[in-house]
């Protein structure tokens, strides 16, 4: 469970963030989407603490999330590209973060996914000498290893070979079963369209809309979450532009 | 914190080019000791290596180190842990790693040819030296974000405690020589740390020489130990505060 | 033999008259003299005399070679429950006085006769700070073996543990003199010798204390093995002419361990002056022989291993200079030579004042100096020719030993460091080097005659002794 109250951020004269308040439940998938430089990234780091807002209050399990870092054991991060330690193996990276996260970690570890990528395989390997997908599933795998109730993935399925990418669209499904909080950024609309149960959508900093998926395709009449979204996309923009119209 | 530093400590070990750095400075050492009989020549020779090439490196990498790292610090910085030790793991893990490569490319043939009160301080001097320059590519680092601009900043640094500040300091010595300038002088040395080093050096390898002063200030500061517990005193702060200031300025920075 | 130990008894003091007429037992009169009571029943009560006799007999065989050389000369026995001062003044000429271990409290001890005093295990001579405690004024004295403490000290006049006024063949050996203003004082003395005499003092202001050994217009004295330590100066000459001075060991004095003046032709060999508080100065003097000595460690603004002050035709050869702030300070000297010498990890080897000419400096090593040769002008030494510079960076390609370019032993920045002394904190930074190295490609300020046009590619090995 995540609440943001009133969360605004800007970088020198730049406002990336405005005013954005949004409830995120337990038990949803919600993708978290906008153009490019709507503020998607800058708000999953506001939300692990990378970003401090200038302004605004989140609570992560209820609790304000400010000067704190324990929280974060909450949370599983798999990042958009992962760059690790070139000289480090992936066991040792694992072990590592094992060692790490110990106090707060079940007893059992989440495994699926080392299975399910063949990562023992390779866990000798150092990891400067893997591959950009081989990192990405090295990055999904530590994400969930820890069975946090809250998963943030940004752009997950990006550079992994299909089968992997539906390894891994199983997983969140299933964690999904699970009750598990999932915020996804992605730019692969039938991965959401599959996953999601949510839509995030932001542009210019500030929240679009947020509503459920089916909601959205009721609302659009299009089948497919990624027309229904260009369906938004394009009236924002008209209405922007008018906007812009009338202003002159 | 620990945990993270020995995996920090491991990839840095094993990265090429601290093996390098050490080889290189091992390779300098021992040609610098065996190439004289005289040991006192292959202590200068040493120093010089000191006071300009251990400076420059341990600044350089560190910087390099820093940014190539960042994917790495922001994927800690997901994890349960506090900003601050996550910058101090990174610090302890190359300071100790860039330390490790000078104990051994410089202190053990030191020790071997050496191994005399003169020799120790040379190897403290050039340790705290090193520190010192790791601490100062650190607060570089988090100062600017753009790599480059980093990069440049670090040799700036360099650039000016290594070479420029002495000639300033010759300069205002010039410039004001009708004046009292002992107080001065051991003022602006505090505010350079190779010439601290230097300085610390100096106390065991030239005190004949610099006893030769006739100000009282100068004839106390070297005369006793007192000096060199000073000198080493502010060395240390040269450790501590660019590491400390760069510790509040990454606590409050956007990754 | 009873009334004479009554004698004895009455006034416990040395009777003459009792010597003389018992000369050939002058050990049998002091063996007696040491346990009154009970040797005087011993022998005239209960019969013991044949046998006591015979240890007589012994103990004359032993003492028979000595006293054979002058049938006038007399040895006595003098122990501390006896009149000192008495026993000195009624003494005859070339008489010997043995003191016995002991506590004297004595002081102003005139000897106007040639005596020979010998200690026997160190007998101490308390002055109690009053007055000088032996003032020798008579030619062959010799003193030997006696410990001489707290002398007094006064600002009028030079109160010495030893002093020798006017005479000649006097000889002290082997004293020791703890805590005194002066310790051994030869004036207007010839032909003395003082020998292993171990002198130290209580370093205090340098007022307060006066020479170790001091002698003042004298000729022909021999001064060896002695050591000095703790006085204003170790050593100290003025006037003193035709002199040796070997061997002698002057340290941790509060101003110089060896300091003379007007002093010539004396000769200086095998001497280490150590941790002096200026080092060893010398003035105004010609023909100075300076050989095999060690000047070492004395440090500070204005400490010298050596300083020549008006010095000329001198020879200062085969010397270490280890560890001073200045090796050797020069000047007004002229017509001397400097061969042959060590300069060591000294902070200046040579310092040389514009006044200094014709000089020669050959066949020296220089070795981890700070600076080889400043100089506060043009000097003109005019020879400089083989030393071994181990700052030198020359080649040889003929391989005769000789470097094939000049060495120039003053660098720019010991001449920056002589206008502005503050800059001695940039030594060895990288900004001096780089100054020093673009001097030596093209020589601007440091003086163009002062360079070793012969410098030497290995130190010079010379014979030690």
Redesign the interface.
């Known amino acids: 469970m995540i609440r943001a109250e009133n969360i605004n951020k800007s970088f020198g004269k730049l406002q990336v963030l405005r005013n954005v308040s949004v409830s995120l439940p337990q038990g949803r998938v919600v993708a978290v989407i906008g153009p490019n430089g709507s503020g998607k990234t800058t708000f999953i780091k506001t939300l692990l603490g990378m970003v401090v807002p200038d302004s605004g209050t989140i609570y992560v399990e209820g609790r304000s999330i400010a000067n704190r870092h324990d929280y974060r054991a909450h949370i599983g991060y798999m990042p958009q590209i992962g760059r690790y330690p070139t000289h480090l193996k992936i066991k040792q990276l694992f072990d590592m973060m094992t060692d790490l996260r110990k106090e707060n970690a079940p007893k059992s570890l989440d495994e699926d996914l080392v299975v399910a990528f063949r990562l023992r395989d390779m866990f000798e390997k150092p990891l400067g000498t893997l591959s950009g997908g081989t990192k990405q599933k090295v990055s999904a795998a530590l994400a969930f290893l820890f069975s946090p109730p809250i998963l943030i993935l940004d752009e997950p399925t990006a550079g992994l070979d299909p089968l992997s990418s539906e390894l891994l669209k199983e997983k969140i499904q299933r964690e999904h079963g699970n009750g598990k909080l999932i915020l996804i950024t992605s730019h692969v609309m039938s991965d959401l369209d599959e996953l999601a149960t949510d839509v995030l959508y932001l542009q210019d900093g500030s929240v679009q809309f947020y509503s459920s998926v089916d909601d959205l395709k009721l609302g659009t009449g299009e089948q497919k979450l990624g027309r229904a979204i260009a369906q938004i996309m394009s009236k924002t923009a008209v209405l922007s532009k008018r906007a812009e119209a009338i202003k002159i | 914190m620990n945990k993270v530093t020995k995996y920090v400590l491991y990839d840095i070990v094993r990265n090429r080019f601290v093996m390098g750095y050490t080889l290189l400075l091992a390779a300098v050492s021992f040609s610098f000791f065996g190439f004289d009989p ?1 040991p ?2 292959g202590l ?1 020779s040493l ?2 290596i000191i ?2 090439v251990v400076p420059l490196v341990s600044i350089i990498f560190s910087t390099i180190h820093f940014y190539n790292s960042y994917e790495f610090i922001e994927l800690l910085s997901a994890q349960p842990l506090s900003r601050k030790s996550i910058f101090l793991s990174e610090y302890i893990g190359v300071a100790a790693s860039l330390s490790l490569a000078f104990l051994v490319g410089v202190g053990i043939p030191t020790m071997l040819f050496e191994g005399t009160e003169r020799g120790i301080v040379l190897i403290i001097s050039g340790l705290l030296l090193t520190l010192s320059f790791v601490s100062l590519a650190f607060l570089a680092a988090v100062i600017t974000r753009d790599k480059a601009k980093g990069m440049g900043l670090s040799l700036v640094i360099w650039f000016y405690f ?2 420029v500040y ?2 300033l ?2 300069g205002i ?2 410039s004001f ?1 009708d004046y009292p ?2 107080k001065v ?2 003022f602006l ?1 505090a505010l350079n740390p190779t ?1 601290l080093a ?2 610390m ?2 106390m065991k390898m ?10 009282a200030v100068f ?1 106390d500061f070297f ?1 006793t130990n007192y000096g060199l517990i000073i000198a080493l005193s502010v060395l240390m702060v040269w450790v501590v505060w660019p590491v400390a200031l760069a510790t509040r300025i990454f606590n409050k920075k956007d990754l | 033999m009873s009334v004479l130990f009554h004698s004895l008894l009455l006034d416990h003091r040395v009777s003459p008259s009792f010597t003389r007429s018992h000369k050939k037992y002058p050990q049998h009169f002091s063996v007696q003299s040491c346990g009154f009571k009970t040797p005087r029943k011993a022998v005239s009560e209960n019969g013991y005399a044949p046998a006591f006799s015979f240890l007589l007999f012994v103990c004359l065989n032993a003492t028979f070679f000595l006293t054979s050389f002058s049938a006038q000369a007399r040895t006595w026995k003098i122990s501390p429950t006896q009149n000192f001062k008495r026993a000195v003044e009624q003494a005859l000429p070339y008489d010997t006085l043995l003191i016995h271990k002991g506590l004297y409290r004595i002081n102003n001890i005139i000897i106007d006769k040639p005596l020979t005093l010998i200690g026997q295990n160190f007998p101490v001579l308390d002055g109690q700070f009053k007055n000088e405690i032996f003032t020798i004024t008579a030619n062959d004295v010799t003193i030997q073996g006696l410990h001489f403490e707290n002398v007094g000290m006064t600002s009028m006049i030079d109160w010495a543990a030893i002093k020798v006024l006017e005479s000649r063949h006097v000889r002290i050996i082997g004293n020791r003199v703890r805590n005194s203003y002066f310790g051994i004082y030869l004036s207007a003395s010839d032909h003395c010798l003082v020998q292993e005499n171990d002198v130290r003092g209580n370093p205090k202001e340098e007022q307060n204390t006066g020479n170790g050994i001091h002698a003042w217009k004298c000729d022909s004295i021999r001064v060896e093995n002695n050591r000095v330590a703790g006085h204003r100066d170790g050593i100290y000459f003025e006037f003193v002419t035709n002199s040796i001075i070997q061997r002698n060991f002057s340290h941790q004095n509060i101003r110089y361990g060896l300091h003379f003046m007007f002093s010539h032709k004396n000769g200086y060999f095998y001497n280490t002056f150590r941790q002096n508080g200026a080092g060893v100065a010398v003035m105004y003097t010609k023909f100075v022989t300076m050989k095999h000595n060690i000047f070492e460690q004395n ?5 010298y291993g050596l300083l020549l002050k008006d010095i000329s035709d001198s020879h200062i050869e085969q010397n270490t200079f280890n ?4 090796g050797v300070y020069m000047e007004g000297c002229s017509r001397s030579v400097f061969s042959h010498n060590q300069f060591i ?4 080897a040579i310092r040389v004042q514009a006044n200094c000419d014709d000089n020669t400096l050959v066949y020296n090593n220089f ?2 100096n ?2 080889d040769v400043a100089t506060n002008g043009n000097v003109v030494l005019t020879k400089v020719a083989h030393n071994y510079w ?1 700052k030198y960076e020359g080649y040889d390609l003929n391989r005769d030993g000789i470097g094939d370019v000049p060495f120039r032993p003053v660098s720019l920045y010991a001449s ?1 460091i002589e ?15 780089l100054l020093d190295r673009i001097e030596k490609i093209i020589p601007s300020i440091t003086p163009e005659s002062m360079k070793d046009e012969s410098p030497m590619m290995k130190p010079i090995v010379y014979r030690k002794k």
């Open positions: 005289d006192n020549k200068l120093l010089n006071l300009m290594a070479l002495d000639g300091v010759l010595l010039f020589s300038l002992e002088m051991l040395t010439d230097r300085i050096v100096l030239d005190i004949s020489a610099l006893m030769g002063f006739t100000g004839q005369s | 440090w500070g603004g204005a400490a560890i001073n702030t200045i990890k000294n902070g200046y070795k981890g700070t600076f181990d920056v206008r502005i002394p503050q800059a001695m904190m940039l030594l060895r930074s990288f900004t001096v080097t």
